[in-house]
């Protein structure tokens, strides 16, 4: 193949990234179909034109509809906050997959049914009266704003240990993920004496939730939103790194292998990623 040719394959299958990353899929499928007509026997070419076929018959027939709202590692924080600030009842949990309907406006993607690892089974699962979209608006992000007492913190992080076993016993990767996440961030924002001892054992079973959320671990991600936007879906260097390296050809676990990031972070920010729908994820490599 002439050298043009092979530079201008290239630059349709980049152009193609940047109008998929932008919501502009039949454009991305105009130019990696023209790619692939360059070069018959590129593979990434193939299968990019293959998934955004796919993908624009599934946006005509209705089957997909593009984020709208932000579904992110930061979004549950507010309503369990509110939640926890209340404590009408003895658990304190993450909200339900109905209440996640009807508190979000919309449902969340549909759990991987590949996971790398199975779940136990774990603790009843609590609930809580999901707070109203006015008080998830004005909750505080924050859990030095709000007036929590110590031994509420450590009893959610408490519920949500058994949240995410439950949940990962029941096969719902989603909420085992959530739970997980959930967690951490209490962990990472719970007032002195904090909760480090409740949750840091937990790391094994966190990364099983993750897993299980992401899916196949041998599935190729790109990117679904323009990489400046992760700021605003609470997401952060990490996450621009790893998307910084997806094109359709390198797998997940090739990406948490490479990557220099520690493993645990590595999976927890995918499956962030995946919550965002900030990536597709096209099917393994034959």
């Known amino acids: 193949m002439a050298k043009d040719t092979t530079l201008e394959v290239k630059q349709l299958i980049q152009r193609g990234f940047d109008h998929h990353e932008h919501g502009r899929v039949h454009d991305a499928l105009s130019d990696w179909e023209t790619a692939l007509k360059l070069d018959g026997r590129n593979v990434q070419a193939k299968r990019l034109a293959e998934f955004a076929r796919q993908r624009a018959a599934e946006i005509e027939s209705g089957q997909h509809m593009p984020a709208s709202r932000r579904d992110t590692l930061e979004s549950p924080i507010p309503q369990f906050l509110a939640a926890l600030t209340e404590r009408k009842s003895d ?10 309907k009807a508190g979000k406006g919309g449902a969340d993607p549909a759990a991987p049914t590949d996971s790398w690892h199975g779940g136990s089974a774990g603790a009843s699962e609590g609930r809580v009266e999901s707070p109203s979209r006015s008080d998830i ?12 007492h110590a031994e509420d913190v450590r009893a959610s992080a408490t519920e949500l240990l058994g949240e995410c076993r439950t949940a990962l016993g029941e096969n719902r990767a989603g909420p085992a993920a959530l739970a997980a996440e959930l967690a951490l961030q209490l962990a990472e924002r719970a007032p002195p004496p904090g909760v480090d001892d409740v949750v840091e054992p937990s790391h094994a079973l966190f990364e099983r939730a993750f897993r299980a959320f992401m899916g196949n671990p041998h599935g190729c991600p790109i990117r679904a939103i323009p990489t400046e936007t992760l ?19 390198t797998s997940m676990a090739d990406l948490i292998d490479s990557s220099g990031l520690r493993r645990f972070d590595a999976v927890r920010v995918l499956a962030a990623l995946r919550r965002a729908k900030a990536i597709d ?4 490599l034959p």
């Not at 658990?91 to 996640?100: D, F």
């Not at 994820?281 to 393994?284: A, G, K």
């Open 281 to 284: 994820v096209l099917p393994p």
């Open 137 to 148: 608006a004005t909750a505080a992000d924050t859990l030095e704003d709000l007036p929590v």
């Open 231 to 249: 700021s605003d879906h609470g997401l952060d260097e990490r996450a621009a790194f790893l998307m910084s390296r997806m094109d359709g050809m």
């Open 91 to 100: 658990k304190v949990s993450i909200p339900t997959e109905g209440e996640a």
